[in-house]
């Protein structure tokens, strides 16, 4: 079981590292920015691109604090959340981006519910109590006396 969650997860990661996300600079909100918040966007966007999802975390929540009505940070913190294994803090940012974002993709919501999905069952699996092993009774005749 532990070796298939791997392997789910290294496909995950290996199709996550190729993900297009959506682009600040064709965003419509974009022009509300800054030039140091589309330095640090286009930043962000790259860590992530190469994997550095703890470097990238730390921008888009800037970001997304910044800039409350780019919910792209909010998906994007969360999809970093995701590839590092934090489920609660990746549900929780990708939920908030489900709740709050009115015009998302059907391509969009499929990959975010699909995240928020594998999140949840990960979460179910992790937090189920571990089953004791059967103890083996000692038969009465076999008891040392």
């Known amino acids: ?3 298939s969650l791997r392997v789910i997860f290294g496909v995950l990661l290996v199709a996550g590292s190729t993900l297009c996300l959506p682009s ?3 965003s419509a909100s974009a022009a509300e920015l800054d030039k140091k918040s589309k330095a640090d966007a286009k930043e962000a966007m790259l860590l992530y691109k190469e994997g550095h999802y703890e470097d990238a975390a730390k921008i888009f929540v800037n970001l997304s604090v910044g800039h ?3 919910l792209v940070f909010v998906r994007n913190l969360g ?6 294994r934090r489920n609660e803090p990746a549900l929780s940012n990708l939920r908030d981006y489900l709740h709050r974002k009115k015009d998302i993709t059907a391509d969009d919501r499929a ?5 928020i999905g594998e999140l949840e069952r990960f979460r179910g699996q992790v937090s189920a109590p571990p089953v004791p092993p059967p103890v083996a009774s000692v038969p009465a005749s076999a008891a040392p006396v």
């Open 24 to 26: 600040v600079s064709s």
């Open 79 to 84: 999809a970093c959340y995701y590839y590092l």
């Open 1 to 3: 079981m532990a070796c």
């Open 111 to 115: 990959e975010v519910e699909g995240w």
């Open 68 to 70: 409350p009505d780019m």
